[in-house]
């Protein structure tokens, strides 16, 4: 398993990733730059970033699935931390020929670069001011909590600049929400890719449904359940393994997917015989009843946990009678 051997932490090791985890719920991870040492950021890379980077696996792989890639060839990581995000986009999309990292922390950044550098030597790294042009993709990853708002408006200024963006956050109430109105800000300069399957304003920002958030869960490798010291990390940090929920938004100024689908937010509540699917279509969010009677087959689908995220409904009466999964041939390309 990436990262990691089969040993268990030390009492130093668990020390630092409680501290870390408190500096992460607390809002305050970015204040300072609190950085140690080399062996402190490979023990976040190897357990917190590689937990993030399930989350962009899940992302990438939609993109794949709407048969949506990037048009552009550079890449800027804004707030990259250890640089689990452009790693991931540099194995998924070998067209990159730079990438630009930026972090407040400058032990990061380097230890970010140093670590790209050997993984992907055909690309150029720089740690310069972070610049943007027609040709970048934006990476933004876990940072909107730490962001206060005049920082915030500085990086959607930035982002005006890029060709594509992909923003990818804890799956929180919070989180969520602030990265809606991102959406809705930059709403007038990109087309939304995904989550979204429309254009038209967030269908979350009615009264109705404040309660809801757009959030999904990303399915941690098989491997972890096998592997003693993920199953101490869990343990003692006291974080459940099998739920990686997250929020994100893809951002580009090519078309929107063809009309006429929806993406599913959150699982599914799944009762007696039937199961409650909060869905976001062009007409807005709503909660869709789907039976087992009805449709046995995206039941069990339920039941499972292998529902795709992106459907064609057929209602009748706010119950899902037929589904259609969205093919790759019928996204964006």
Known sequence: MKGFHLVQFTNDELRILRELRERFLAGTAGAADYWQSPDHLELYDST????????????LDELDLRGWHPRTTRVLDWGCG????????????????????????????????QKTRREFPQVAV?????AVTPETLL????????????ELDHLLELARGAGEVIWVEAGTHADSRRLID?????????????????????????????PHWCHHFARPPSAIFQDARWADFGKEIGID????????????RTPQMPPGYSRIIGEPREAKGFARV???????????????????ELFRAVRKGTLEPVYRWTLADGKIVAAEPLASDAGML
């Open 126 to 130: 720089t740690l310069d001011r972070p």
């Open 278 to 296: 909060l869905s976001c279509q062009v007409e807005g969010v709503a909660d869709y009843i789907l039976q087992k009677r009805d449709v046995p």
């Open 182 to 210: 991102v959406r809705e800000r930059l709403r007038d300069t990109f087309t939304p890719i995904a989550p979204c399957t429309h254009s038209a304003r967030c269908g979350m920002l009615t009264v109705k449904n404040a």
């Open 82 to 113: 250890t640089g689990v995000a452009h790693r991931r986009v540099l194995a998924k999309w070998p067209r990159f020929t730079a990438a630009n990292l930026h972090d407040r922390s400058h032990h990061a950044s380097m230890f970010a670069a």
């Open 241 to 252: 393994l099998r739920s990686v929920p997250y929020s994100f938004l893809v951002l580009a």
């Open 48 to 59: 917190y970033a590689e937990r993030i980077g399930w989350k962009w696996d899940a992302v």
């Open 139 to 150: 990476l933004v990853s876990h940072v909107i909590n730490e962001l206060p708002e005049a």
